[in-house]
């Protein structure tokens, strides 16, 4: 495995190469311009045409290039790849803290790595309540990070047996967000809402709906009274499609707001 000072030389190495690379274009239109003039010159000759000296506008045609190419091109090309690595440092170390907080609560622990792969959509960190548990049958909770390391959404996530009673399906579900909740508070992240580091827990009318109803019927509810964008939903299938590939989830959505 690299080690950060081996990355940082590669990233830089990356940088050489695309300004190089530019740097060699041109002077292959130059080489090109050069002999479409030796062409046009023997050709002058034979017709006994005079024709002016390219050196000036040939020196105009690449110096023109370089010039717009220094100027403007490698200073943004420089400056986008040293923000580009400090967003990076900025959310590895946002997504270490989020990493190290959710350890005592989760048997596995997932994330994104900023250094070695840029997301202009931003990174995850995944808490899975359980080691055994997938994406098919999983509780966890999801941490949304942008690309400078601030939490922008947190979501939770509890899969529904159907061989339980929907009494002991929303308890259970209550019992594992409060877990998965607990260590939010003390996380020391950077947020866009300090709201969505408060613990949460399933709202009373998502309750009723969901105990009224059955394991066929689906429940969204949005928490309107919430400071933070916040949802509420019981995703499932129909009797007539439910079947042994289908799993149905409660999830608890969480989305700060923009100030």
């Known amino acids: 495995?690299?080690?950060?000072?081996?990355?940082?030389?590669?990233?830089?190495?990356?940088?050489?190469?695309?300004?190089?690379?530019?740097?060699?274009?041109?002077?292959?239109?130059?080489?090109?311009?050069d002999e479409t003039y030796a062409n046009a010159?023997?050709?002058?000759?034979?017709?006994?045409?005079?024709?002016?000296?390219?050196?000036?506008?040939?020196v105009a045609l690449v110096a023109l290039p370089l010039a717009l190419m220094f100027g403007t091109y490698i200073p943004q090309?420089?400056?986008?790849?040293?923000?580009?690595?400090?967003?990076?440092?900025?959310?590895?170390?946002?997504?270490a803290l989020a990493q190290k907080a959710l350890e005592p609560v989760c048997e596995y622990v997932s994330a994104d790595d900023p250094h070695e792969r840029y997301q202009d959509y931003g990174y995850h960190v995944r808490g899975y309540l359980h080691k055994g548990d997938s994406d098919s049958r999983s509780t966890y909770v999801y941490l949304d990070f942008d690309t400078?390391?601030?939490?922008?959404?947190?979501?939770?996530?509890?899969?529904?047996?159907?061989?339980?009673?929907?009494e002991d399906n929303l308890a259970r579900?209550?019992?594992?967000?409060?877990?998965?909740?607990a260590p939010m508070p003390n996380m020391n992240?950077?947020?866009?809402?300090?709201?969505?580091?408060?613990p949460h827990g399933i709202p009373n009318e998502f309750k009723e709906a969901f105990l009224n109803g059955s394991i066929?019927?689906?429940?969204s509810i949005k928490m309107s009274d919430s400071p933070i964008k916040a949802y509420c939903s019981f995703d499932t299938e129909p009797e007539e499609e439910f079947d042994e590939y289908t799993h149905p989830r409660i999830y608890l959505m969480l989305a700060g707001?923009?100030?």
Not at 41 to 58: D, E, F, L, N, V
Not at 148 to 166: C, N, Q, R
Not at 189 to 198: D, F, G, I, S, Y
Request: negative net charge.
């Open 173 to 181: 579900a209550e019992q594992d967000f409060e877990t998965l909740c």
């Open 148 to 166: 400078k390391g601030t939490l922008t959404g947190v979501s939770y996530t509890a899969e529904i047996d159907p061989g339980l009673s929907l």
């Open 216 to 219: 066929y019927d689906t429940v």
């Open 189 to 198: 992240v950077k947020t866009l809402n300090p709201e969505l580091m408060a």
């Open 41 to 58: 010159k023997a050709m002058a000759a034979a017709s006994g045409m005079p024709i002016p000296s390219a050196k000036k506008w040939i």
């Open 257 to 259: 707001k923009a100030h």
């Open 1 to 33: 495995m690299l080690k950060r000072s081996d990355n940082e030389s590669a990233r830089n190495l990356g940088d050489a190469a695309e300004v190089a690379a530019a740097i060699g274009a041109v002077a292959t239109a130059a080489e090109v311009l």
């Open 77 to 95: 090309l420089v400056q986008g790849s040293n923000e580009m690595r400090a967003n990076a440092r900025a959310a590895a170390e946002q997504i």
